[in-house]
């Protein structure tokens, strides 16, 4: 007990200076890694087995995981060996890369990394049964750089998946919402998907822009592809629709479905001021009259509130 | 500075062309009022292309001006409005309303001449056509 107190607190002291382990605890880890070397081919056997009996990696075959387990297995004695782990990060991202698209979970990957820290530590226990103080150093030297091991895997899992998912988000965000004039004065702004804030606004910018470049006098939002609304997004069409009336140009919005109107109502978003017409071909047949009224002798109402001009 | 108000047929036209100070504001106002009298025209354009700022004092003098021009005969139309400051405009609550926006001076004046040709025709009973 004294001399693995004695020890331990070595390690601690000399950890700070780069990771240079002391005389006795680096000739534990080599003892450790000549042990895992030897027994490579059963122990590796033995942690893909316990891989399919816990029914991880389900959506790899049993070649396939057996592959993946021994170039992982390789990697980690290597990092055992080295205290490096640029080699396993790199392998590990390489891993979650090719992974991730079968639709392997987190939970398999922390899984299978926890396994063999299992399958290791167990064999182990065995080789050093009858030398318990002995057991106690080896993992004292063998259970931080396990444990950082497994890290380095489930972080590098991690962030290949946040990797991917901001990948994903830039592209949703890049199809573009595309402002189309459809003849002369008139544009349409059809909207598909989810609007958060940012989407909003990027959408009011491009549309105010359009409206002065293309000189529109109306314009028709459609919403039919927006599933939900919220009263931030709503206010935020409300604000459009103004910001366009200030730019001379009426809005006219189509497309709201049942649900939406309803959640409007609900939550009792003013949109008094909105001209809405039920889907597009009818907000089309609307704008045209409008400029038609317009081209012809300008109605009472045309241009003096021209957002609020439909909406009675 | 001083806002140059120009006589365009029955128009008056007011191009801001730079940033103004509250007082400048003020005395555009009254110098406009006092024109529409004085000039008995039948429509004011403000110009605010120029301007890439609008604070809650200049919205409020251009609605003022509307109103004032309104009592006195003459539409008032507000022109030039850039994208962005619409957008800003209409954040901070300050949307003009009952007062008319075009994108342009060229659409301003298509704008009153339509209002003015109105108003000689609601001045002969008119009938009722595609209204209400």
């Given at each position: 007990?004294?001399?693995?107190?004695?020890?331990?607190?070595?390690?601690?002291?000399?950890?700070?200076?780069?990771?240079?382990?002391?005389?006795?605890?680096?000739?534990?880890?080599?003892?450790?890694?000549?042990?895992?070397?030897?027994?490579?081919?059963?122990?590796?056997?033995?942690?893909?087995?316990?891989?399919?009996?816990?029914?991880?990696?389900?959506?790899?075959?049993?070649?396939?995981?057996?592959?993946?387990?021994?170039?992982?297995?390789?990697?980690?004695?290597?990092?055992?060996?080295?205290?490096?782990?640029?080699?396993?990060?790199?392998?590990?991202?390489?891993?979650?890369?090719?992974?991730?698209?079968?639709?392997?979970?987190?939970?398999?990957?922390?899984?299978?990394?926890?396994?063999?820290?299992?399958?290791?530590a167990r064999s182990l226990f065995n080789k050093y049964q009858d030398n318990v103080e002995k057991l106690n150093r080896i993992l004292d030297s063998y259970e931080p750089a396990?444990?950082?091991?497994?890290?380095?895997?489930?972080?590098?899992?991690?962030?290949?998946?946040?990797?991917?998912?901001?990948?994903?988000?830039?592209?949703?965000?890049?199809?573009?919402?595309?402002?189309?004039?459809?003849?002369?004065?008139?544009?349409?702004?059809?909207?598909?998907?989810?609007?958060?804030?940012?989407?909003?606004?990027?959408?009011?910018?491009?549309?105010?822009?359009?409206?002065?470049?293309?000189?529109?006098?109306?314009?028709?939002?459609?919403?039919?592809?927006?599933?939900?609304?919220?009263?931030?997004?709503?206010?935020?069409?409300?604000?459009?629709?103004?910001?366009?009336?200030?730019?001379?140009?009426?809005?006219?919005?189509?497309?709201?479905?049942?649900?939406?109107?309803?959640?409007?109502?609900?939550?009792?978003?003013?949109?008094?001021?909105?001209?809405?017409?039920?889907?597009?071909?009818?907000?089309?047949?609307?704008?045209?009259?409008?400029?038609?009224?317009?081209?012809?002798?300008?109605?009472?109402?045309?241009?003096?509130?021209?957002?609020?001009?439909?909406?009675? | 500075?001083?806002?140059?108000?120009?006589?365009?047929?029955?128009?008056?036209?007011?191009?801001?062309?730079?940033?103004?100070?509250?007082?400048?504001?003020?005395?555009?106002?009254?110098?406009?009022?006092?024109?529409?009298?004085?000039?008995?025209?039948?429509?004011?354009?403000?110009?605010?292309?120029?301007?890439?700022?609008?604070?809650?004092?200049?919205?409020?003098?251009?609605?003022?001006?509307?109103?004032?021009?309104?009592?006195?005969?003459?539409?008032?139309?507000?022109?030039?409005?850039?994208?962005?400051?619409?957008?800003?405009?209409?954040?901070?609550?300050?949307?003009?309303?009952?007062?008319?926006?075009?994108?342009?001076?060229?659409?301003?004046?298509?704008?009153?001449?339509?209002?003015?040709?109105?108003?000689?025709?609601?001045?002969?009973?008119?009938?009722?056509?595609?209204?209400?």
């Amino acid at each position: 007990m004294e001399t693995k107190k004695s020890m331990s607190v070595s390690t601690r002291a000399s950890d700070p200076s780069a990771g240079a382990l002391t005389e006795s605890s680096a000739g534990l880890l080599r003892e450790l890694v000549a042990h895992l070397r030897q027994n490579r081919t059963q122990l590796r056997e033995e942690w893909a087995r316990r891989i399919t009996r816990a029914e991880l990696l389900t959506a790899m075959t049993e070649e396939e995981i057996f592959a993946e387990a021994t170039a992982v297995y390789d990697n980690y004695v290597e990092a055992l060996e080295t205290g490096t782990f640029e080699a396993l990060q790199a392998y590990s991202r390489r891993l979650s890369e090719r992974i991730i698209p079968r639709g392997v979970e987190t939970d398999e990957v922390v899984g299978i990394v926890l396994l063999l820290r299992d399958v290791l530590a167990r064999s182990l226990f065995n080789k050093y049964q009858d030398n318990v103080e002995k057991l106690n150093r080896i993992l004292d030297s063998y259970e931080p750089a396990a444990n950082r091991i497994a890290n380095t895997v489930a972080v590098g899992f991690v962030e290949e998946r946040e990797r991917i998912i901001r990948q994903q988000q830039e592209a949703i965000r890049e199809l573009s919402t595309p402002v189309l004039q459809v003849r002369e004065r008139l544009l349409i702004l059809p909207i598909i998907g989810v609007i958060d804030p940012q989407r909003a606004r990027q959408l009011t910018e491009q549309l105010l822009r359009a409206i002065r470049a293309n000189r529109a006098k109306v314009v028709v939002i459609d919403v039919t592809g927006v599933a939900a609304m919220d009263s931030g997004v709503a206010n935020h069409l409300v604000q459009t629709v103004e910001a366009s009336r200030l730019l001379g140009a009426t809005v006219i919005v189509t497309g709201l479905s049942p649900e939406i109107a309803q959640t409007l109502v609900t939550i009792g978003v003013d949109l008094s001021e909105m001209a809405t017409v039920g889907d597009l071909q009818g907000g089309i047949e609307e704008a045209e009259r409008l400029l038609a009224d317009r081209a012809a002798i300008p109605g009472p109402q045309a241009g003096r509130e021209p957002g609020t001009e439909l909406n009675r | 500075m001083e806002v140059p108000i120009l006589r365009q047929g029955q128009y008056l036209i007011a191009s801001i062309q730079s940033a103004l100070t509250d007082a400048d504001l003020s005395h555009l106002r009254e110098a406009l009022i006092a024109q529409v009298g004085r000039s008995r025209c039948r429509g004011v354009i403000v110009d605010v292309t120029a301007l890439d700022v609008m604070d809650s004092f200049a919205v409020r003098t251009l609605r003022d001006i509307a109103h004032m021009a309104r009592l006195r005969g003459a539409e008032t139309v507000i022109v030039g409005i850039q994208p962005d400051v619409a957008f800003a405009m209409v954040q901070l609550g300050l949307t003009l309303k009952g007062v008319a926006t075009v994108l342009d001076l060229e659409e301003g004046l298509a704008f009153l001449d339509g209002r003015t040709k109105e108003r000689t025709l609601d001045a002969k009973p008119k009938k009722p056509s595609g209204r209400g």
